[in-house]
Each structure stands twice: as C-alpha cells, then as structure tokens.
Nanobody, 123 residues
C-alpha cells in the first residue's frame, strides 16, 4: 500500500511563512497528481492547490500569489510553500495523491490521504 506523511506545520505570526512537505512511500508504481487541501473548524475540506505529473499547477483564489505547490518526483514528495500567511489560513492541511500502486502483482489506482498537519496563524 501507499502512505502519505505530512510535516512542516506549526504556529506562525501573520505575515510569516511555512513550508509543508508530503512524502509518499510504499508500493508506488506511479504518482499522478498531488494536491493540498485544508479544513478549518466548522468548515468543509477545501482544495488549496494541485500539481499534476505534467502540466500546470492550480490554486484556490484565496491563496493565489501567496502559496506555491511543487513536487520532487525523485523523492515522491510534494511541497507547499506558504508566504504572507493570514489568520484565515489557519486549518489542518492534508496532502492527497492519485497513485498507482503495485498490490500482489497487480496495478491499482487509488486516492490516498495523509493524516494532516496543523497550521495556526496568529494575528
């Protein structure tokens, strides 16, 4: 199976920066798209940014110009650089990957989620 582990969350003052990492491991055959989502208390989970294996990145309007998603295919890792953070960015940030895994000799495509990392921005 495939696992995603996020890291890099924490507490930061408004205007500060954080860099989140999402490392994939396991029986990976191929990683297609990777994405970051976030969920604030009382809110639904929302898409923050996506990065396909090839092609252009996409961002939620609320983070355009402040956040940058990238990936290192050799390390099976995605990153989210967050600058000019605002209190409204406070949320649990989740990594998601569309992955083809090799399970018992067969290829299976799944959507995999990480456990989440807390980002808190103080005013």
């Amino acid at each position: 199976q495939v696992q995603l582990v996020e890291s890099g969350g924490g507490l930061v003052q408004a205007g500060g920066s954080l860099r989140l990492s999402c490392a994939a491991s396991g029986s990976i055959f191929d990683i297609h798209s990777m994405a970051w989502y976030r969920q604030a208390p009382g809110n639904q989970r929302e898409l923050v940014a996506t990065i396909p294996s090839g092609g252009t990145t996409n961002y939620a309007d609320s983070v355009k110009g402040r956040f940058t998603i990238s990936r290192d295919n050799a390390k099976n890792t995605a990153y989210l650089q967050m600058n000019s953070l605002k209190p409204e960015d406070t949320a649990v940030y989740y990594c998601n990957a569309e992955v083809t895994a090799k399970v018992h000799g067969l290829l299976r495509r799944n959507s995999v989620w990480g456990q989440g990392t807390q980002v808190t921005v103080s005013s």
